[in-house]
């Protein structure tokens, strides 16, 4: 009975505790969401802000029956493959490196951090300016070497690679602080062991570093495949979703709905099916890594 009454006790403890934060998370994250949900049902617009009569699933139907949505989708869906791909490859390279780096250790990551601590608004300023077609100095470099200019942000068959680049030159660091620290504390048994058994390095990396890396692995392509899908700071400062409809990821797609369109429900049932892919891409992924374990 005493040890039932001191569980007890540190249950009501534990939830006194998370209550005020608890609070404050539904505050801000719970209402902004339930309303969110409402408008997505609603006939609410700017020309119109009333929510009733309330629709039902007809702003969903109506969203996902312009070819538009798909476009958006399916250019979501490869930017995110790519800019993920990259961010991983790249970080996991600079992770393997940093981690047999003996001096200046500090010093390099402090540089590393630096993409990552700028606001993704700053970075599409900077990159607009650089890539700029008649003064930027991507250009410069490329006529200084002979070669004709590119329009990088205003062709439509590069303008989606070209934002992909820089959202990569971003993001890329927070991936390597993730991996390095996973590499760091992986045990030095197993390649004590393999060393002694004639393992040669790229066998330790393919039998012993990626396994046991593996679910770190797992929690920085998870938070970067968010990230990506729900992205909007480059295509709108960087492009507007142009040239045409070349870079109007999803995101972009409902912002251009409900505020350019004028139709808040149909810009919110919009995000609401991005989310809802992004929760089940979260799912499916995590029960993927739990069945390989």
Not at 3 to 31: N, Q, Y
């Amino acid at each position: 009975m005493r040890f039932a009454a001191l569980a007890d006790r540190d249950w009501r403890t534990g939830w006194a505790f998370a209550a005020p934060g608890l609070v404050t998370l539904a505050i801000v994250m719970g209402l902004p969401l339930v309303y969110a949900a409402l408008i997505s049902v609603s006939s609410l617009t700017l020309l119109k802000p009333m929510l009733q009569p309330f629709t039902g699933a007809k702003n969903f139907v109506v969203v996902m029956g312009d070819p538009l949505f798909w476009d958006a989708l399916w250019l979501t869906i490869k930017y995110s493959v790519v800019t993920v791909t990259g961010e991983f490859v790249l970080g996991l390279g600079v992770a393997l490196m940093l981690n047999r780096a003996v001096t200046l250790k500090p010093v390099y990551f402090a540089i590393l951090t630096i993409p990552m601590a700028m606001s993704p608004v700053s970075v599409a300023l900077i990159w607009r300016m650089l890539l700029q077609p008649n003064l930027g100095i991507a250009n410069q470099l490329l006529e200084s070497l002979g070669l004709p200019r590119v329009d990088w942000l205003g062709n439509a068959d590069i303008a989606l690679w070209t934002m992909a680049a820089i959202d990569i030159w971003q993001q890329t660091s927070f991936v390597i602080l993730i991996l390095a620290a996973g590499l760091a504390s992986l045990p030095r048994d197993p390649y004590e062991a393999a060393e002694v058994d004639g393992a040669s390095p790229l066998q330790q990396f393919w039998y012993i570093t990626l396994p046991m890396l593996r679910p770190v692995a797992a929690i920085a392509v998870i938070i970067q495949l968010i990230n990506e899908f729900r992205t909007y700071d480059l295509p709108y400062i960087l492009t507007k979703g142009g040239p045409g409809n070349s870079t109007e990821v999803l995101s972009f797609f409902a912002y251009r709905r409900a505020f350019l369109g004028l139709h808040l429900n149909e810009g919110a049932a919009a995000a609401f099916v991005l989310l809802l892919i992004v929760l089940g891409l979260t799912v499916l992924f995590f029960a993927t890594l739990e069945r390989r374990r």
